[in-house]
């Protein structure tokens, strides 16, 4: 089924997927999609003009709040990544979400969020806010410095990930 706006596109994204071959997504992993609905999506995920979106930096915010900050090996795991999707869901239910995981696609999902695995997830972010009609509306939960001063620089907010999804490790 072909996407013909920006909330139908939103609908078709899904954890699991092919490679997207145009930008935002530089590889990206989304449902599978002809050429034609990428713009769509990619207007949907950078964020519907009027409607707020909270786009999680997974590969940082993982560390903040799923495992010990320095226990770097199992910050890539399937159980961390499990871990910060449950967080995630809890503290930001009813809100659009995206969870951005740098890598291959591994399986993670969670109902009610939209999960991407990117090659560069930081760049997707980037990517997605540049593209965005309204970046003012999405707030990126990172704890990463220079992606923070690039939203800044984009329009977009940040909020770290202790404070936007209200936990620490556990």
Avoid: Y
């Avoid at 990206?28 to 990428?38: F, G, I, K, M, R």
């Avoid at 871990?83 to 890598?103: C, M, N, P, Q, S």
């Avoid at 990172?142 to 001063?149: G, I, K, N, P, Q």
Wanted: net charge negative; aromatic share 2%.
């Amino acid at each position: 089924e072909r996407a013909t706006d920006p909330a139908r596109a939103a609908a078709m994204i899904a954890p699991r997927g092919v490679n997207a071959p145009r930008e935002p997504f530089r590889g990206a992993t989304v449902s599978c999609l002809q050429e034609e609905d990428l713009d769509a999506v990619a207007a949907a995920v950078g964020g519907e003009a009027g409607r707020p979106h909270v786009i999680v930096d997974g590969s940082n915010a993982v560390h903040a709040v799923a495992v010990d900050g320095r226990d770097h090996a199992n910050a890539r795991t399937l159980r961390a990544r499990a871990r910060l999707l449950e967080i995630v869901a809890d503290a930001l239910a009813g809100r659009r979400v995206t969870v951005v995981f740098d890598g291959r696609d591994d399986g993670s999902s969670a109902s009610g969020l939209d999960v991407v695995h990117a090659p560069d997830g930081d760049e997707w972010i980037i990517d997605s806010i540049a593209e965005a009609a309204d970046p003012a509306m999405i707030t990126v939960v990172t704890s990463d410095r220079e992606l923070t001063r690039r939203v800044a620089e984009l329009g977009a907010k940040s909020e770290r990930p202790r404070s936007a999804l209200g936990r620490s490790r556990t």
